[in-house]
């Protein structure tokens, strides 16, 4: 049992945690800032950037394509942050007016070239097939220090992981200019904090996690990681850093259920074949800030009662 697991499972719940957490940690700020729809968004823009991609190389490669994504995700956040700033209205709006012309010139590009037949889109980011990203080297624990089995782990677990290691990184080192901008744009800049810069940094940097995380794991826990732990964590406590800890805690159990239910869940109630496993760790992280909203100890229904003692 030991060396399936590693085999076929320890590097998909891997890639799935990591990816969680590095879409997890940033969608705290941009709840908080009403721009939780910013990995939607990304969705729908990266399609221009894999196009352009292909365009220039020839070749349906995961590494052009990731770049064409990331370069198409760093454009849409400077495209919606003029937008917002210089037309003076809500990041909602800036955001549905930059993703959905991105997301028409990539189809323009690709019906008006020789591209409209080739599966991009849904291959290489949009759709990412978690269950297919097994160790093949790996026959038990013992491959964990085995180099020429670590050699051979799937491309997605260490980018991702570099990624994840990014932004946790970024997220300590500029923790207190966050804070303050984020709940007090004016009161930060009066301490001579750049928040401009700031926020459009949060937004490259959840354009960066959402990108790397496309490869592997798909658009439906992106969208569903920006978004549902960080809401299940803001029920939970009024204290930034222990949203923080909550959000992450919530990433993680979605990762690893979601993987477990996709692969066994079917068969406890007498079905044959499992079903996706990102589609499930989104479903359950659904479920957990559902019963954060019934449950949670701070601007729930359940617990409004406690929120006021509190």
């Known amino acids: ?21 590095a879409c997890a940690l940033p969608g705290n700020f941009l709840i908080l800032r009403r721009q939780a729809l910013i990995g939607d968004a990304i969705s729908h823009v990266v399609l221009p950037g894999i196009v352009v991609a292909f365009l220039l190389t020839g070749m ?18 400077i495209l ?24 028409a010139a990539g189809v323009l590009i690709l019906e008006q ?9 849904v291959e290489h980011a949009l759709m990412g097939n978690l269950e297919s990203l097994i160790w093949f080297r790996a026959d038990g624990w013992g491959s964990l220090l085995d180099p020429a089995a670590l050699a051979s782990l799937p491309d997605e677990l260490p980018r991702i992981a570099l990624v994840c290691a990014l932004v946790v990184v970024l997220t300590l080192v500029f923790w207190r200019w966050l804070k303050i901008a984020t709940f007090d744009e004016g009161f930060a800049q009066a301490l001579g904090i ?18 790397a995380a496309f490869d592997a794991v798909g658009s439906i826990i992106v969208i569903a990681m920006f978004i549902c732990p960080p809401a299940a964590a803001r029920l939970m406590t009024n204290r930034l850093a222990h949203q923080v800890w ?25 079905a044959q074949n499992a079903v996706s496993a990102a589609g499930m760790i989104a479903t359950v992280s659904g479920v957990i ?22």
Do not use: N
């Not at 210089?86 to 991105?102: D, H, K, R």
């Not at 909550?246 to 007498?270: D, E, K, N, Q």
């Open 194 to 211: 750049p928040a401009a810069a700031v926020g459009f940094g949060l937004m490259v940097t959840a354009a960066v996690a959402a990108v």
């Open 60 to 77: 349906v490669a995961a590494i052009p394509m990731m770049i064409g994504a990331a370069g198409a995700a760093i454009l849409a956040v």
């Open 113 to 121: 070239t020789d591209t409209s037949q080739v599966h991009l889109d």
């Open 289 to 310: 800030l559902g019963l954060a909203c019934l449950f949670g100890p701070h601007r729930s229904r359940v617990g409004a009662g406690r929120d006021e003692a509190a």
């Open 80 to 103: 919606i942050e003029a937008v917002k700033r210089l037309g003076q209205i809500e990041p909602g709006a800036a955001m549905g007016v930059v993703f959905t012309t991105m997301f």
């Open 246 to 270: 909550w959000s992450v805690a919530f990433a993680t159990l979605s990762a690893i259920l979601g993987y477990v239910f996709a692969g066994y869940g079917p068969l406890w109630f007498g």
């Open 1 to 21: 049992m030991g060396a399936e697991f590693v085999q076929f499972s320890l590097t998909p719940i891997l890639i799935g945690i990591f990816a969680a957490i």
